[in-house]
Structure formats: C-alpha cells, structure tokens
C-alpha cells in the first residue's frame, strides 16, 4: 500500500486535492490518502510518529504562515521517507528553479494555474508513474519494470547494472548484462536504497551490488562489467551507508 500526503495552506484547494487523490483510490486499491493538512509542521509531526516508506507528497511551495517554504519541508520529509516522491503544487512556476537548486529532487512540479481538471490530471498521471515502475517480487526474484511504446518490460535486479538519464529530455537509458535501452521516465523513480538501488550522482542510479571497486577519493565507482561511473560528494554517505549494510 502507498501512502499519500497533501499539504497546502489553502483549505479549498486542499480538499479538491483530497477529492482527487480519494477517486483515484476508488479505482486503485493500493494507493490510500494518509494524511493531509494546511500547516507543514503537522505532517512533519506525522513523520516523526509513523514509519513511512516510498510516500508519494504533493506540497505547496508558499506556505505564508510558517517560517519556511514547502521546498524546506520537502528536504525535511526527506529526512523521515528518503525514498518519498515530492510533488510540488504551485502557483509560483517561477521559484521552480529553487528547488533545484537546493536540491530537494521533486519528482514533478504542478501549477495551480492550470485549472483542477489539468491538476486531476497531472496528479493521476503523477501517481500512476511512481506505481507503474514499482518493484515486483516473483518466485523470490526481484525485479523493476518500466514501460517502451506502451509495453511494459521487466529486469530482474540481478542483470540490471545501472540506470543513467538520457541527452533527450525526459528519457533515461537502462543498462543490464545483456542489453541497454532508452525509455521515457524519471531517475527518481528507481533510486531505492532497500533494493540497492542508489542514486550516486544527478545523473546515475546503480545497482549497489554490481560494484566491484571504489577508488580511494570516492570519485568513481567501477562495475562489474568495468563501466565507470562518476561519483558526487552529495551522495557519499549513501553508498558509504550501503556498502557497510553490505559487509
């Protein structure tokens, strides 16, 4: 089951929010409406009280009644649900770029400008992604799935090298032991440290256990099949993290 929260200080527009994500629940029995509030520091407050992995939040950006902007509350949800999909709802396009320069990584931005119907629209599609490329187990075989020209293909984890975006915009490119291919999608999705799939720079998600070496500056990390990949400061402590869960 994946847990959804929305947090907007507007009270009418927080329950069109509300009314949206309980009919796509209606048609989808594995997404719920967790929790929802006008003021962030209740839903951090949620956070710190109930264990919650793979979240899925949709946040206003402004919040004129708090200290902080919704970007501050989205790297603190972070903090509690580090695999959590952040959605930003706004009317404000313009501070889009802040957030990503303070990296909080959203998986989407929505502008309230739009109109509900689009923001319905925006928030299924959002929602139906970040499920799509879910993680299946079979038989005790893992794998990620992800979708080409409408057909949906599966890897099983223990062929998947890594994951890297794509020159053309809104692609990625998959890499396995036997083949590499390009698809549309988000390189959020897939970063999930219970897998051991993470994140190592803005543009790379590897599979921690096709590692075979790290050099001593922890700048570059070679794979099993000798590909380099380049390594963020940002990310350290990630991998450093994973690699000592590993041993």
Known sequence: MTNVFICDDNPDLLNEYI???????????????????????????YLKQNEIINGIYF???????????GIYY?????????QGKIIFITSHSELSYLALERHSEPFDFIIKDLGIEEIQKKIFEDISIIMDTCIYNSKNNEFISYEVDNHLKKVLLLDLLYIETSPQPHK?????????????????TFNNLELGLVKVHRS??????????????YK????????????SYKYKKDLKSMIKNLN
């Open 172 to 188: 990625l490119i998959i890499h396995t032991k036997e083949y590499s291919e390009e698809f549309y999608g988000k390189l959020a």
């Open 204 to 217: 790379y998600v590897i599979n921690i256990h096709k590692v075979v070496s790290i050099d001593n500056a």
């Open 59 to 69: 946040l206003d950006i402004h919040f004129p009644n708090t200290k902080h902007d």
């Open 19 to 45: 009314k949206i994500v309980k009919n796509y629940s209606l048609m989808h029995d594995n997404v719920k409406l967790a929790f929802s509030s006008t003021d962030p520091n209740c839903l951090l407050d």
């Open 220 to 231: 570059n990390i070679v794979l099993e099949n000798n590909e380099v990949i380049p390594l």
């Open 74 to 82: 989205g790297l603190k949800i972070k903090e509690f649900d580090s």
